[in-house]
């Protein structure tokens, strides 16, 4: 692992504003071996702003080699190229603006089902702005992924000819919240969690009846905190 002073002063103060940096559309990761990792908070997303390494010129100067994708708006592929220091906070804001643009822009494979019933159970969650970067704790852990956990295997017991690659989809978002509830923020959980919540209601009036019963829903009511909490410590009994 890299300590600090093993890189030059000036790599570090042209890194410094990232420090603390965070967004809605992504977060700062462990660098491994690189400098920095920016990635996108979409799931399944190989969107990313990486600068790899940095290089003493025969002038003196430094540069830096990065890689991201996209590479810009008319291509979403990867590239990788050397650039000077001062051109890091030019780099990373247009490699946002395009992130930005990929969230508000409507497109065909969209499935506006599925976000109005997410945006129906998120809209009523209280966000309070100090708790989005916070992480849930060790016990609240363990007993999400157990109703996540019973949650997946309950909508095994519905798959048929017509609903199994719904269904299958639906399986893998919990499976990938699951790995995530230990490294991701509350924010990023409950927007996740809301999104398997509307997947399962798109299937129809039996899956809501089964998995989003009126009981059920009031727990969205009782703001993040409570809603979490109750999940946590009544998980196993949410289940019909």
Do not use: C
């Amino acid at each position: 692992m890299r300590k600090k002073k093993d890189i030059p002063l000036i790599i570090l103060q042209a890194l410094e504003p990232f420090v603390n940096d965070k967004g809605e559309k992504f977060e700062i990761v462990d660098p491994g071996k690189s400098l920095l990792k920016v990635v996108d908070k979409e799931p399944g997303s190989n969107f990313h702003f990486t600068i790899e390494q940095h290089e003493k010129k025969t002038d003196g100067t430094y540069q830096l080699l990065m890689s991201k994708a996209p590479t810009n708006a008319m291509d979403n592929n990867e590239f990788r190229f050397w650039i000077k220091i001062d051109n890091v906070n030019k780099e990373f804001s247009e490699w946002i603006a395009i992130l930005e643009q990929y969230e508000s822009i409507k497109s065909f494979y969209d499935d506006k089902i599925i976000n109005g019933f997410q945006e129906e159970f998120y809209a009523e969650f209280e966000i309070l702005e100090d708790e989005e970067d916070f992480p849930l704790k060790t016990k609240q852990i363990l007993l999400l992924d157990e109703y996540l956990e019973e949650l997946g295997e309950k909508l095994q017991e519905y798959v048929n000819e017509q609903n199994a690659l719904e269904i299958s989809a639906i399986q893998e978002e919990i499976i990938l919240l699951r790995e995530n509830l230990t490294t991701k923020s509350k924010k990023w959980i409950l927007k996740n969690l809301t999104k398997i919540w509307g997947s399962i209601a798109k299937r129809g009036t039996k899956f809501i009846k089964e998995f989003l019963t009126e009981a059920k829903k009031e727990l969205i009511k009782q703001g993040v905190k409570s809603v979490l909490d109750y999940i946590v410590q009544n998980g196993p009994h949410l289940l019909n």
